[in-house]
């Protein structure tokens, strides 16, 4: 009569269990999909890509301009876009929103960002649309600006106007 061997039992056990595994990862010639070897590029929106601003703040019922800036918005593929300018970054966040296509060349873009005191303390936010018109080579671009100054309640404190041209750089 032959005893069992605990010993060549979990040997034997171990040992199938690396070769399930090993034929599980190499999976089977029915489970091989083909796959094109030439990627599928969608066509770019024109307005996909980096641009460079000058933006003019105005006051909205005087017209008197009360700053200017320059500014970088890099819209991406699918809608989203984020922003900034060269204003202090202690006193804002980078902006982030999202832009849509309406007409040929008109494009608009929704954005927000987080606004600071000197300090650093939180000063509430600036959400702003810019409604965009591409030039037709869409090279160019020019946008009218409105937004809103929020307090850290969401209490609109003040709103602004504006104008910007700005030229593609990548």
Sequence with gaps: MRTFNWKSAT??????????VAIQACGDDNAAIAQSTTP??????????????????????????VTTFRGLTDFH???TATADNNQPSTT???????????????????????????????????????????SADGLTLT??????IFDNNDNVVQTICGVETGTKVG
Excluded: H
């Design 11 to 20: 040997l034997c056990t171990a040992m199938s269990m690396a070769i399930a």
């Design 40 to 65: 599928v590029v969608a066509t770019p929106d024109p307005i996909e890509g980096l641009w460079q601003s000058a933006v003019t703040i105005r006051d909205c019922t005087s017209g008197a301009t």
């Design 77 to 79: 593929r699918g809608g």
């Design 92 to 134: 804002k966040g980078v902006a982030m929103g999202v832009w849509s296509k309406g007409a040929t060349g008109l494009y608009t873009f929704n954005a927000r960002f987080w606004r600071y005191l000197v300090d650093a303390t939180p000063a509430g936010s600036q959400r702003f649309t810019r409604v965009i018109t591409l």
């Design 143 to 148: 946008s009218t600006i409105s937004a809103q």
